[in-house]
């Protein structure tokens, strides 16, 4: 093989040692950090076993060591890449790893005895016409490293798939970057059990691939930081099945090829061939991941294997999940959204909450014209809303009417469907949705989703709204009564100065009466700024202390 082809393992072992050292020095104690650095070091690692077996020129005792070499750095691939899979973006990532620490302990002991097993001849042997050939030992390394990576990229996919739209920009790149590399070597594990050899051919496109992912990696974790996102891994498991049905159509495929090869005696381009099978398959998960398909995947799905287009009771357990723990209006807002767009698919969602100082209803996280940023009361859609009291489609409600008050809103939304958020016979807020990117029409179980989720939310926004005005009322409440303790120490103090000033007409020239009133000034003086002191500590608002209360006990007592 050519020698200038050994710029490109030396050019990736470099690239990937770097970024390796510069995210783990970002944060050496974090398991995330580590993952990484140790996945980019594995590679590292492979890229200059590569080296040495280009710079050998098929010199048996130089070339063997390198590709032993390489073999370590595989080795070390599924655990590295483990820890960093179980931990990258999750919210939580603490009890989800302590979850799966005898999972990466295991695949780290697995990991280690065939680092250690490396140097036998049942791993891997040269033969007289320079083959390298895998002994029982390393068909057991290609399945178990074939085994492993599929459990990475099952992790990675189920961050991907739970992440929200603005989440999803974020990590997709660099969950793209890590999975080709992964799904590469799935690759070259199965053409190694296949033909039970390696072939030093492939070498030139694992560098380039190498090259490919970890550039693109590092350049979104460079300049947008990306390790630090929290994303809370969703429930749903009806789709999380697509990695293994990728590697399991892929590895039938290889062999119904090769098969073909065999049959027919084709020639075979390892470079230009394997390349191409690379960059076809990250086309493919590429777009197997936009949006607009995805949904109508799911669509598929649900309608040709479900009764129901979603699971209620799958979405209203998360719904609650998500809901309630927010304690702020802004974060209810940003869940409500993020909820509505994973599940219903729409881009453009938007939220009005109703104002009680104004008493419009306002958006606060989008721009529109000022005009649609306050909505009154007597808004045409609002008086609708409160007869219906639940999602409908907007063209219905104009039903051939021409108003223009909707018709502008409309118009700047792109909005088809508007649902209420109602607690009680309170319309505490509405959303305005676009059309669904699959292009089916909205029915009935999108009604019923979204009037549960909205629903769900509109309690936790009022139930928020009430604490803030029984904490509002207990600030006035203290402020009354700190007012009454502050006056009354003012009047004794200005009662004690005023006997002072009066008597100071008739005695001042007595010296012990001077020596009095320097001591009563002194003790006024101290206790004025007592109670300035006092007045600095207290702090400017009430915060809540949460603590666990049993229910059943609060309950009898009401």
């Not at 093989?1 to 050019?11: E, G, K, Q």
């Not at 280690?112 to 791993?123: A, D, E, I, P, R």
């Not at 929290?230 to 090769?258: A, P």
């Not at 799905?301 to 699971?311: L, P, S």
Request: a positive charge.
């Amino acid at each position: 093989m050519d020698n200038y082809f050994v710029i490109l393992p030396i050019s990736g072992a470099a690239l990937c040692f770097v970024l390796g050292l510069f995210t783990f020095f970002r944060d050496v104690r974090h398991p995330l950090n580590i993952g990484f650095a140790l996945g980019m070091v594995s590679l590292a690692i492979i890229e200059a076993g590569d080296a040495i077996v280009l710079l050998s020129n098929a010199e048996r005792q130089i070339a063997l060591p390198g590709i032993r070499l390489t073999l370590i750095g595989q080795a070390i691939l599924p655990a590295a890449w483990l820890l960093f899979s179980i931990v990258f973006a999750r919210a939580g990532y603490k009890k989800i790893l302590s979850r799966w620490t005898p999972v990466l302990l295991g695949t780290a002991i697995v990991s280690l005895f065939f680092v250690l097993m490396v140097g036998s001849s049942k791993f891997i042997s040269i033969s007289l016409s320079g083959l390298f050939i895998l002994g029982p030992v390393g068909r057991y390394f290609y399945i178990y490293l074939l085994l492993g990576l599929v459990l990475n990229l099952v992790h990675l996919e189920n961050t991907l798939r739970s992440s929200s739209s603005f989440n999803r920009f974020q990590i997709k790149h660099v969950i793209f970057g890590v999975a080709a590399i992964l799904a590469f070597f799935i690759y070259l594990s199965s053409q190694a059990l296949l033909f039970r050899t390696l072939n030093i051919r492939t070498i030139p496109v694992i560098s380039v691939v190498i090259l490919i992912s970890t550039t693109m990696i590092a350049i979104f974790i460079v300049r947008h930081r990306l390790l630090s996102v929290d994303i809370y891994i969703s429930r749903y498991v009806v789709f999380n099945s697509l990695t293994v049905l990728i590697v399991g159509f892929y590895l039938l495929t290889v062999g119904m090829i090769t098969f073909g090869i065999k049959s027919l005696d084709l020639p075979f381009n390892y470079f230009f061939t394997t390349l191409f099978i690379f960059i076809s398959i990250l086309a493919l998960v590429m777009l197997l991941f936009t949006d607009r398909l995805r949904r109508k995947v799911q669509l598929f799905i649900n309608r040709n294997f479900y009764k129901h287009k979603y699971d209620f009771r799958e979405q209203w357990m998360e719904t609650i999940e998500k809901i309630s723990t927010k304690m702020s209006l802004d974060e209810i807002q940003r869940t409500i959204i993020e909820m509505v767009s994973e599940t219903m698919g729409a881009k453009d969602i938007r939220l009005w909450l109703y104002d009680p100082v104004s008493r419009d209803y306002l958006i606060t996280m989008d721009k529109l014209v000022a005009a649609n940023r306050h909505i009154s009361r007597t808004h045409p859609l609002v008086q609708h809303m409160k007869k219906h009291m639940g999602p409908f489609m907007i063209n219905e409600f104009l039903n051939n009417r021409h108003n223009k008050d909707i018709n502008v809103l409309k118009e700047e939304t792109k909005a088809v469907l508007c649902a209420p958020l109602v607690v009680g016979q309170e319309i505490i807020g509405f959303i305005l949705q676009g059309d669904n990117p699959a292009g089916e029409p909205y029915g009935q179980d999108d009604f019923e989703i979204l009037k549960a989720m909205t629903t769900q939310s509109a309690v936790q926004l009022k139930n928020i709204r009430l604490t803030q005005d029984l904490i509002a009322a207990r600030e006035v409440e203290v402020f009354y009564r700190m007012s009454s303790f502050i006056a009354h120490d003012l009047k004794n103090l200005t009662n004690s100065l005023s006997l002072t000033s009066q008597n100071a007409r008739y005695n001042m020239d007595n010296p012990e009466f001077q020596r009095d009133t320097i001591n009563t000034i002194n003790n006024t003086v101290s206790r004025m700024k007592g109670l300035i002191e006092r007045l600095s500590t207290i702090p400017k608002a009430l915060e809540l202390k949460r603590e666990n209360v049993e229910l059943g006990g609060l309950i009898r007592n009401a």
